[in-house]
């Protein structure tokens, strides 16, 4: 099923671009997301060979400003800024994703574009930024066409498109421009869901379940060995991809009943067995790695005993990365704090950590 890439093909044949004088500027906010059900795997045109389920973050995020005038000339380069300075890495991967874009906004080579973007989190902090960078920045595109042709003003499908074009530079993106729970890829029991474009999770989630937290434990902030683009494609030949794919599927319904019913232990279950599958995926690829280093485990273990012994409902999630990121229930805010403080932020680089919660998703700042 590619309905939205055709549809949005078919629309691109009709932007008729007329000049306009002086330059004019969007600016968007938008969080990181923090996977439950992970994303693992990929095929086609960065569409996920599973689904996966995240929660918008309030505190890690992205800003993203977009100034753009009519090009006069044919050859003009692209402006981009990160924290006030050049950046070339970036600048050439938004280089690349635009190209992907042209496809689907023609427009954007008729214009001058000054891009400038910073994080919320410091930037060698080990905090995966492509999904609140890219959902940012695609959500300012879509701002753009908007203003430009008039389209795109129904709410819905403005997200629609911002998370399509979100996926297309980073698959953990297209779940970004959506407020609260956030399901990703085509799945029988989630309402209107679709490999191509993110949607939020339209059940009653329980009470317990409504203000989630996720204290980020920073254990390395060192660039990574392995990429997720690369670990996607260690899946294409991976002994246990079919049976990681058919997991994700089982762990997604039993994620979303446990929201449902408001049932922690299930949730627990869950969360773990998905955190733990995800690095053992790395570990059985070939070549195999891992992102793990002895901190993850001490702090892995530590959380299990403070679980026993306060009967409280803390949790751990990993992305891909060395960093544990605790998920408990907002109203237990003080009890983990003082948790983290006392036993858990030794084993944190410089005692680093990032208070996280759920946030309500991205934010028009112009
Ligand atoms: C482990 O979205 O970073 O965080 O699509 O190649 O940009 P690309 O990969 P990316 O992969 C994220 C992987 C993950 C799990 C998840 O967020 O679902």
Request: with cysteine; glycine share 4%; aromatic share 10%.
């Amino acid at each position: 099923m590619v309905r939205f890439t055709n549809k949005y093909k078919q629309e691109a044949k009709k932007f008729e671009m007329k000049p306009f004088s002086g330059a004019r500027k969007t600016s968007w906010r938008s969080p990181s997301n923090i996977a439950l059900v992970k994303y693992w795997g990929k095929h086609g045109i960065q569409l996920p060979q599973n689904p996966s389920l995240s929660f918008a973050l309030k505190n890690s995020f992205t800003e993203t400003s977009v100034s753009y005038s009519f090009k006069k000339l044919e050859k003009t380069e692209l402006e981009f800024l990160f924290e006030g300075k050049p950046n070339i890495t970036f600048k050439n991967r938004i280089n690349k994703v635009l190209a992907v874009y042209s496809e689907y906004l023609p427009f954007l080579q008729k214009l001058n574009l000054e891009i400038e973007s910073k994080n919320s989190f410091p930037h060698s902090s080990g905090i995966a930024s492509s999904a609140s960078a890219m959902s940012a920045l695609a959500l300012c595109l879509v701002s753009i066409e908007k203003d430009l042709f008039g389209t795109l003003n129904e709410k819905k499908y403005f997200f629609q498109k911002a998370s399509f074009l979100a996926r297309l530079g980073s698959g953990s993106a297209a779940r970004s421009v959506f407020p609260g729970f956030v399901v990703w890829g085509e799945d029988k029991k989630v309402k209107s869901s679709s490999d191509e474009i993110a949607v939020t999770l339209q059940t009653k989630i329980h009470d317990k379940f409504q203000k989630l937290n996720d204290a980020i434990l920073i254990t390395s902030s060192a660039k990574k060995q392995v990429s997720s683009s690369q670990g996607h494609d260690l899946m294409i030949q991976h002994p246990f991809a079919e049976a990681r794919y058919e997991q994700a599927g089982k762990n997604l319904k039993k994620l979303i009943q446990s929201l449902e019913k408001g049932d922690e232990e299930k949730l627990i279950e869950v969360l773990e067995n998905e955190a733990l599958s995800l690095h053992s995926l790395m570990m059985s690829s070939n070549p195999g790695f891992t992102l793990l280093n002895s901190s993850t485990w001490q702090i892995i273990e530590k959380v299990k005993q403070f679980r026993i012994a306060k009967n409280l409902m803390l949790t751990f999630t990993l992305d891909a990365g060395p960093n544990v990121h605790l998920i408990y229930k907002a109203k237990d805010k003080a009890e983990i704090t003082t948790f983290v403080a006392s036993e858990l932020v030794q084993f944190c680089e410089n005692g680093y950590w990032i208070d996280d919660q759920m946030g309500s998703g991205p934010e028009k700042l112009i």
